[in-house]
């Protein structure tokens, strides 16, 4: 090898990054749109921040686990940043920023890649999208209500079955830990132990209290009370039997009750909701109720976190700003909604492809390209050096373009095209003048 060679690995994609075909770009701008529509129905406005923010925004917000994933590395200016981690924190800088701009209550969604550090596996990457509505400047329980709401229609809109949302609170998971007589000291590591629940059983969760520090029988209490199962007014009844004269605890048992009538009024199904003691979130910032949606039947799992942060803005600005938001995982979705078949998704925008028999009717083809197109059509033509009829139905084949029109001199010289439709082999021969309005009633009956 000579001096100043240099040897290059083959071509691969970044571990935990993804390139995407056409046909999965074309089902995430789908779910995309079908979510932009849910949210905007409910009037909440897009907004965008950068990818990089100055490490100082991201740092201290997301708890020991959170920190540890966050991208951070410093310039060419030697300022320290970070990649943005999820869509909340930077909202908050956004909110402190344009603070004076903004008209409260502030509402809004970001849809969005967010970048963390984690071990790569199935479901989970080092880029991913999330989709986001929040409510900022508002403590009323309505607004938890209707990000949860809006979440409802989300998932029915994308055709996910059986979503099911877990709702706690953070300061109800304060009161069990003080109840059950564990040290404020153990608190956070106690709320991570019960998110856990799901995975490791109640057996896993009372050894993880215990190596944390908690007495056994401070662990059975903790674990008599995430117990409680039943409809929310019951559960909420014998909660605060349990916590009665913990303030704290009961004020948050009234917002819980709060948000579970409200949700009624927004017109929830019951089915669609529950409330979960066990439930925790892992955000350091989440300060009243959480959320989680779920889809047990298929076994699909957890589809997007939701929580209360009252003081995360106040971080910024030096003062409380209250906010609550919803977040949905579009990856999560796309795997969910591919896998099960619930939004049938073509393999190109093609709707048609032109052909030329012969190179004296290119000039034909490209007209008759640019009338489809201005009814609304999505139309190629073939970009190719020669003309071959039989070459450019194999390039619509290979495309899975689902019709094609055929300009030959036969057709021109009797006045008329001939659309093939390229799933079935059947064609027809139709009049120049109507060849619009066919192709548009065939691609529409055609449609899922």
């Known amino acids: 090898m000579s001096d100043g060679a240099q040897t290059h690995r083959p071509p691969q994609v970044l571990r935990g990054m993804r390139d995407f075909t056409p046909r999965q770009m074309l089902l995430r701008q789908r779910v995309i749109d079908i979510l932009r529509g849910v949210f905007e129905r409910y009037g909440f406005d897009p907004i965008d921040t950068p990818l990089l923010e100055y490490y100082e925004v991201l ?25 943005r981690y999820d869509l909340t924190v930077p909202l908050a800088r956004y909110v402190a920023v344009h603070r004076a701009e903004l008209t409260f209550p502030f509402k809004r969604y970001h849809i969005g890649p967010v970048f963390r550090a984690e071990r790569p596996q199935r479901g989970r990457y080092r880029q991913f999208w999330q989709c986001d509505v929040d409510v900022v400047g508002t403590r009323s329980m309505l607004a938890d209500a209707e990000v949860l709401s809006v979440w409802i229609d989300a998932l029915s809109a994308l055709g996910v079955p059986n979503a099911v949302i877990h709702i706690n609170h953070r300061r109800l998971l304060e009161g069990l830990a003080r109840r059950a007589g564990v040290p404020a000291t153990l608190a956070l590591g106690v709320y991570r132990a019960i998110d856990k629940l799901e995975k490791i059983g109640e057996e896993g969760v009372r050894e993880e209290l215990i190596r944390l520090g908690v007495e056994s029988k401070a662990a059975e209490r903790v674990l008599e009370l995430i117990r409680l199962r039943g409809e929310p007014a019951e559960v909420i009844a014998a909660a605060r039997r349990a916590l009665a004269g913990d303030d704290a605890a009961v004020e948050a048992l009234d917002e819980l009750a709060e948000l579970f009538q409200s949700l009624e009024a927004f017109g929830a199904p019951p089915g669609r909701y529950l409330l979960d003691l066990s439930l925790a979130r892992g955000l350091d910032y989440y300060t009243g109720p959480v959320a989680e949606v779920v889809v047990r039947e298929p076994a699909l799992g957890s589809l997007g976190g939701a929580g209360r942060y009252d003081h995360l803005i106040g971080m910024f600005l030096g003062e409380d700003i209250p906010a609550t938001g919803a977040s949905l995982g579009l990856e999560r979705l796309v795997e969910v909604i591919d896998e099960h078949g619930l939004l049938p998704t073509p393999e190109t925008v093609t709707e048609v492809i032109v052909v030329a028999v012969e ?10 390209a640019r009338e489809l197109r201005d009814g609304g059509i999505s139309v190629e033509t073939y970009l190719g050096e020669r003309i071959d009829l039989r070459r450019q139905l194999h390039y619509a084949h290979r495309k899975a373009i689902p019709l094609a029109v055929i300009v030959g001199p036969d057709e ?7 659309l093939r439709d390229l799933r079935s082999g059947d064609q027809e021969r139709l009049p120049r003048a109507v060849a619009v309005r066919t192709v548009q009633e065939r691609l529409t009956a055609g449609r899922p």
């Open 359 to 368: 190179e004296a009717q290119r000039r034909e083809v490209l007209r008759l």
């Open 59 to 83: 740092a201290g917000k997301y708890g020991e686990e959170g920190e540890k994933l966050l991208y951070r590395f410093v310039d060419h200016g030697g300022r320290e940043v970070g990649l």
């Open 412 to 418: 021109l010289a009797a006045g008329v095209l001939t």
